[in-house]
């Protein structure tokens, strides 16, 4: 190609945008010397074809326009300046870097070349420069053409928050064993928008799938080590390009096309596509850690650094924090929440450990600037946003802290849920949880919906191993079991791992089974883990981050008890959505509804009177019962309609031996129908059970009854 004279270009936007007539770039880079844009042979990407610098600069930014250069072109960029860690400053043009704002990217880091920005092996106090040229081990950026996609009319489903049911799954994994998508699109974007993985969230029927992070990751030297793999995806190298691994058409830009594909594909199933974005730290590790992209571009303005400034600042337990108090890292991450939500149609976010994106400087804080940036974005007013509210730091765990428009992830509900059903007393908490978490989210002016609940979720056991082991197993990760969780509040059901014993394997499957009802009939937005309606074992890991191989890809080979669960999940989805009582906006009042003698909540013991303030601080309490007012809900929908639905009464047992649970009186209703048995040994196949009639709830197990609504007259 012919030698590229720059034109001054513009600041903005940031990174590769292509026209009709060249190609503008733009890098911000504040105590730089001088930036240059590499581009490389589309044909044989290892060949370097010529070096650019971009020498205008406004407000940081280096910028510049060369004309002629085509989408398809390859680029890398190298900053020049002072390398000197220990004022932050580490600069060094031998290193390749990739550009933040890219859209795609081809290749991948390898770490076997000199990525990192020091001498391997010299002692850390004589770190210096490494000085050998990182190109051949960096992947290429890939300058994209924006305009082409046809949406055709793609709209977005907008289920509202109190209607939705979540399910979290994982790209690759979801269709790598799935015999029925073809295996060219196993573990794809392609894959997931196949017709037999939508007919299996179809049949399920969730509302929107969260996805375990699709920006471009890397995987951890330490891991390639090991031949092992960053599966979960938690290093992210490019805020704006999706994981290229997970196209089935190329490399080049194919992933972009592929991508949209698929989210128009769940949108017309009905289905929303909710991002995990990780925010909150990168790829590039601690002090030691490689020169991929923003440690060489800007280091001391894209992290938080330590006093002594060779040193980051690390609430995640990865190496390092990104420090989004700072104005250029904020446009960062709001230029990517825009990007994916107006380009590529993305119905929501769910932010990993959220509690770093709000420290300011270090506290959490309320009124940092990332949450004042997201309240005031027009464009984000239209996506579900989703915290986990927790990270490594002091005072990390900030459940219930974050503003009025956000959900968050429960942990407090997933913790109690588990081990009321384990056999534990949490009989007061079980209350606040299974209505909605009141206590956490109602004094701040807050919904019913701010709670996301969950039992499991990626990280951790599945549902399965929940109830079948007491112990991790992860050797196969590399640590000496020494990593993930020893709190997992979980019960093997009287023996430890996969077992032969009828008995056991019954109340395994019967737990699970409570579990899950209990997750469907409790107020909040359910999420549901993927695989944990199949069955899905990972031997005991529960820290699976590393296993991209079949201890974490969903087995599609169903048996019969794991096709059963799968049928008895489905049923209480469908009965979740058909319930208005379980799709509620607002906090119960335990007061009289409009029209009825009802409350919208009332709790009772197995006697059928109502629980007293001593019955829920009583040291026994493992079985209780929760009538949801339906008749009537107190918040009418979104057209002002009141919804009318049945009543529910829901018998939880989770004794060793069985309980008798005497109805409530006449008040509370004439006679009720049993909708659910998780044990299926009530008396189920009376039409009616009576006021004041007797229902046998088995050990450990759920029965839910339902009074039906009356028709309404006129």
């Given at each position: 190609m012919d030698a590229i004279r720059p034109w001054p270009g513009m600041p903005y936007p940031l990174g590769a945008r292509a026209d009709a007539g060249g190609v503008n770039f733009a890098v911000f880079s504040k105590r730089c010397d001088k930036v240059e844009v590499c581009l490389f042979d589309p044909a044989d990407p290892s060949r370097e074809?010529?070096?650019?610098?971009?020498?205008?600069?406004?407000?940081?930014?280096?910028?510049?326009?060369?004309?002629?250069?085509?989408?398809?072109?390859?680029?890398?960029?190298?900053?020049?300046?002072?390398?000197?860690?220990?004022?932050?400053?580490?600069?060094?043009?031998?290193?390749?870097?990739?550009?933040?704002?890219?859209?795609?990217?081809?290749?991948?880091?390898?770490?076997?070349?000199?990525?990192?920005?020091?001498?391997?092996?010299?002692?850390?106090?004589?770190?210096?420069?490494?000085?050998?040229?990182?190109?051949?081990?960096?992947?290429?950026?890939?300058?994209?053409?924006?305009?082409?996609?046809?949406?055709?009319?793609?709209?977005?489903?907008?289920?509202?928050?109190?209607?939705?049911?979540?399910?979290?799954?994982?790209?690759?994994?979801?269709?790598?064993?799935?015999?029925?998508?073809?295996?060219?699109?196993?573990?794809t974007y392609a894959g997931l928008a196949s017709p037999p993985a939508l007919e299996h969230l179809r049949r399920l029927g969730v509302t929107a799938v969260e996805l375990l992070p699709v920006h471009e990751h890397v995987d951890d030297a330490f891991l390639r080590d090991r031949g092992l793999r960053n599966y979960w995806g938690y290093s992210t190298l490019a805020y704006f390009a999706p994981e290229h691994r997970y196209s089935a058409s190329g490399t080049r830009g194919g992933q972009v096309t592929e991508f949209k594909r698929m989210v128009k594909a769940l949108h017309q199933a009905g289905i929303e596509v909710i991002l995990d974005v990780v925010f909150n730290h990168t790829c590039e590790g601690n002090h030691l850690g490689p020169t991929l992209s923003f440690r060489g571009l800007e280091n001391r303005s894209y992290y938080k650094l330590a006093d002594e400034r060779r040193f980051y600042m690390d609430y995640t337990g990865t190496g390092n924090s990104l420090d989004v108090?700072?104005?250029?890292?904020?446009?960062?991450?709001?230029?990517?929440?825009?990007?994916?939500?107006?380009?590529?149609?993305?119905?929501?976010?769910?932010?990993?450990?959220?509690?770093?994106?709000?420290?300011?400087?270090?506290?959490?804080?309320?009124?940092?600037?990332?949450?004042?940036?997201?309240?005031?974005?027009?464009?984000?007013?239209?996506?579900?946003?989703?915290?986990?509210?927790?990270?490594?730091?002091?005072?990390?765990?900030?459940?219930?802290?974050?503003?009025?428009?956000?959900?968050?992830?429960?942990?407090?509900?997933?913790?109690?849920?588990?081990?009321?059903?384990?056999?534990?007393?949490?009989?007061?908490?079980?209350?606040?949880?299974?209505?909605?978490?009141?206590?956490?989210?109602?004094?701040?002016?807050?919904?019913?919906?701010?709670?996301?609940?969950?039992?499991?979720?990626?990280?951790?056991?599945?549902?399965?191993?929940?109830?079948?082991?007491?112990?991790?197993?992860?050797?196969?990760n590399g640590e000496e079991n020494r990593d993930g969780t020893d709190d997992n509040a979980s019960w093997n059901c009287g023996a430890e791992g996969e077992t032969d014993d009828a008995a056991v394997n019954a109340l395994r499957d019967r737990q699970q089974r409570n579990l899950l009802a209990t997750l469907l009939f409790s107020q909040g937005v359910p999420m549901i883990t993927a695989g944990d309606e199949l069955g899905k074992t990972q031997g005991g890991n529960n820290n699976a981050y590393c296993q991209d191989n079949e201890i974490s890809w969903i087995d599609w080979d169903l048996d019969d008890r794991r096709l059963a669960l799968l049928g008895f999940t489905a049923r209480m989805v469908r009965l979740r959505l058909a319930q208005p009582a379980l799709q509620r906006r607002r906090f119960f009042r335990g007061a009289q509804m409009w029209d009825s003698s009802l409350k919208d909540l009332a709790w009772f013991r197995p006697d059928g009177n109502e629980m007293s303030e001593e019955d829920w601080q009583a040291p026994y309490v493992r079985s209780l019962a929760f009538l949801l007012g339906g008749d009537t809900i107190a918040t009418p929908d979104e057209r002002g309609h009141r919804i009318v639905g049945d009543t529910l009464l829901v018998l939880m047992n989770a004794h060793e031996e069985p309980v008798p649970y005497t109805l409530p009186e006449v008040t509370w209703g004439e006679e009720w129908e049993v909708l659910v048995d998780t044990a299926g040994a009530s008396d189920a196949k009376r039409d009616r059970i009576a006021a004041r009639g007797v229902v046998d709830v088995s050990a450990r197990s759920l029965v839910v009854l339902s009074r039906p609504a009356k028709p309404e007259s006129g």
């Open positions: 074809l010529q070096r650019v610098e971009l020498t205008e600069t406004t407000g940081y930014v280096r910028h510049g326009y060369f004309p002629g250069l085509r989408p398809g072109a390859l680029y890398g960029l190298r900053v020049h300046g002072p390398y000197d860690p220990e004022n932050g400053l580490r600069f060094n043009p031998s290193k390749l870097l990739v550009d933040p704002y890219a859209r795609a990217i081809d290749g991948e880091v390898d770490f076997r070349g000199p990525v990192h920005g020091y001498r391997r092996g010299a002692p850390e106090e004589d770190l210096g420069i490494c000085d050998a040229d990182s190109a051949p081990f960096m992947p290429r950026c890939v300058v994209l053409d924006d305009a082409g996609f046809d949406w055709g009319g793609d709209a977005r489903p907008g289920t509202p928050l109190h209607r939705s049911i979540v399910y979290e799954l994982h790209v690759r994994g979801f269709t790598m064993r799935h015999p029925q998508v073809p295996p060219e699109l196993r573990g108090s700072n104005p250029q890292v904020l446009r960062l991450v709001m230029d990517s929440l825009r990007y994916w939500t107006e380009e590529m149609h993305v119905d929501g976010f769910r932010f990993d450990l959220a509690t770093t994106l709000c420290r300011d400087p270090r506290d959490f804080d309320r009124c940092c600037p990332f949450l004042q940036a997201v309240h005031q974005d027009p464009t984000l007013q239209q996506v579900k946003l989703i915290a986990e509210p927790w990270d490594l730091g002091p005072a990390g765990y900030q459940v219930g802290s974050f503003p009025t428009r956000w959900s968050e992830w429960n942990g407090k509900y997933r913790d109690v849920i588990r081990r009321f059903w384990k056999g534990e007393i949490q009989a007061q908490e079980l209350g606040y949880r299974l209505s909605g978490s009141a206590d956490l989210y109602h004094p701040a002016g807050r919904k019913i919906f701010a709670s996301v609940n969950f039992i499991t979720c990626h990280d951790g056991f599945t549902l399965r191993d929940l109830v079948s082991y007491e112990r991790k197993r992860n050797e196969a």
